[in-house]
């Protein structure tokens, strides 16, 4: 499977840290920083296209600053 270099992703809205789109057993992608650990949604697909389409749905909102924290409380 490809990586994602093409998607361009902004610095942690938690913690200004980096982030990576990460792929959970082939069904689901999701972006998490590296520093803190805070991450978007899950977002499932089934095919390639679906792959890459929900690759940059989590990027963007990700950009967008909606993000999980791990945080107690959060």
């Not at 990576?20 to 689901?28: K, Q, R, S, V, Y």
């Not at 499932?44 to 940059?56: G, H, L, V």
């Amino acid at each position: 499977m490809d990586q994602f270099d093409d998607i361009d992703l902004a610095a942690c809205p938690a913690c200004g840290g980096v982030g990576c789109i990460e792929e959970e057993g082939g069904w689901c992608v999701y972006v998490q920083c590296l520093d803190c650990g805070a991450h978007t949604a899950e977002l499932s697909y089934k095919t390639e296209e679906e792959r890459r389409d929900a690759a940059r749905r989590a990027a963007m909102t990700w950009n967008f600053q909606k993000v999980i924290r791990p945080n107690p409380g959060e």
